[in-house]
């Protein structure tokens, strides 16, 4: 079993900026691939960006420039560096991990966090 839990949400102004983290304990050597997804009121689910255990990272074209992923393999740590941040980026952030490569994480991963809330305001 892998633990996951979040950090870092909370309330921005437009253009600004977010670090979030996510802190994994438990069977951390069996994980593959991390990511963050996020989900607004009333919409589905979205990846965001993933990152591989070699360190290749993918993201979604909605955020692509925007923020970065990236991975602190000594503190067993994940980050979402959230640049730019515009009212449409408003939602639950989750993190997530999973011990299968797969083409695309877009359907979920095993593991998931609680979630950490993100508000943007104009």
């Known amino acids: 079993q892998v633990q996951l839990v979040e950090s870092g949400g909370g309330l921005v102004q437009a253009g600004g900026s977010l670090r979030l983290s996510c802190a994994a304990s438990g069977r951390q050597s069996s994980i593959i691939a991390m990511g963050w997804y996020r989900q607004a009121p009333g919409k589905q689910r979205e990846l965001l960006a993933t990152?591989?255990?070699?360190?290749?990272?993918d993201y979604a074209d909605s955020v692509k420039g925007r923020f970065t992923i990236s991975r602190d393999n000594a503190k067993n740590t994940v980050y979402l560096q959230m640049n730019s941040l515009k009212p449409e980026d408003t939602a639950v952030y989750y993190c997530a991990a999973d011990p299968q490569f797969k083409l695309a994480y877009s359907s979920g991963m095993k593991y998931w966090g609680k979630g950490t809330l993100v508000t943007v305001s104009s």
């Open positions: 990152i591989l255990s070699g360190g290749t990272t």
